[in-house]
């Protein structure tokens, strides 16, 4: 099973700030890499799938790079309805495995 | 609109069974793999299942193999998972997911709750 670490746990920043979210794969994944973004009481979201293609509809204030274990979210100046937990997910063996999480939280 | 709503949730007792369904529209549901993703209380995500177009292809996370059961009517737009043998850490909500290979869980429903207590 491929375990996914992501960091920092919680990320506190101020509207207007980058942000910087990382997933470590134990192993490589390739390009199977997902990020999702999830609110209070609603489903996730996804965001980025092939660690650097934008969804449909997401802005392209999102990206994603990286490619074997190393990961990287990257939002490039928050906006209020961008404090959520973000997760990373692989999908290129089995089990689908998600990583525990980062918070984006208001500093 | 494209669009999954999840149904059959509830309250079960320790060793009991629930049979959640997930409703598809707005897509041609037979072209898409679908999974079944949870989410303990104050957790993380969890993939539990998924399955072929077909039907013919079905997979599990070790926790729930011979107990769960995941199926699929494509003439009906519809999906199934069977729970068996529920344990208290079973409870969760489970999310309805169409399973894209080369993006991921693409559109998720909004959740039934499962809560397995005495």
């Known amino acids: 099973e491929i375990v996914l670490t992501q960091s920092p746990g919680t990320l506190s920043l101020s509207p207007g700030e980058r942000a910087t979210l990382s997933c470590r794969a134990s192993?490589?994944?390739?390009?199977?890499l997902a990020w999702y973004q999830q609110k209070p009481g609603q489903a996730p979201r996804l965001l980025i799938y092939?660690?650097?293609s934008r969804a449909t509809g997401i802005p392209d204030r999102f990206s994603g790079s990286g490619s074997g274990t190393d990961f990287t979210l990257t939002i490039s100046r928050l906006e209020p309805e961008d404090f959520a937990v973000y997760y990373c997910?692989?999908?290129?063996?089995?089990?689908?495995?998600f990583g525990q999480g980062t918070k984006v939280e208001i500093k | 609109e494209v669009q999954l709503v999840e149904s059959g949730g509830g309250l079960v007792q320790p060793g009991g069974s629930l049979r959640l369904s997930c409703a598809a529209s707005?897509?041609?549901?037979?072209?898409?793999?679908m999974s079944w993703v949870r989410q303990a209380p104050g957790k993380g995500l969890e993939w539990v299942a998924n399955?072929?177009?077909?039907?013919?292809?079905?997979d599990y996370v070790d926790s729930v193999k011979g107990r769960f059961t995941i199926s699929r009517d494509n003439a009906k737009n519809s999906m199934n998972l069977q729970m068996n043998s529920l344990r208290a850490e079973d409870t969760a909500v489970y999310y309805c997911?169409?399973?894209?290979?080369?993006?991921?869980?693409?559109?998720w429903g909004q959740g039934t709750m499962v809560t397995v207590s005495a």
């Open positions: 707005g897509f041609t549901f037979s072209s898409y793999w």
């Open positions: 092939g660690a650097s």
């Open positions: 192993q490589s994944v390739s390009s199977y």
């Open positions: 399955i072929k177009q077909d039907g013919s292809e079905k």
């Open positions: 997911a169409r399973t894209d290979y080369g993006k991921g869980f693409d559109i």
């Open positions: 997910q692989q999908y290129g063996s089995s089990p689908r495995t």
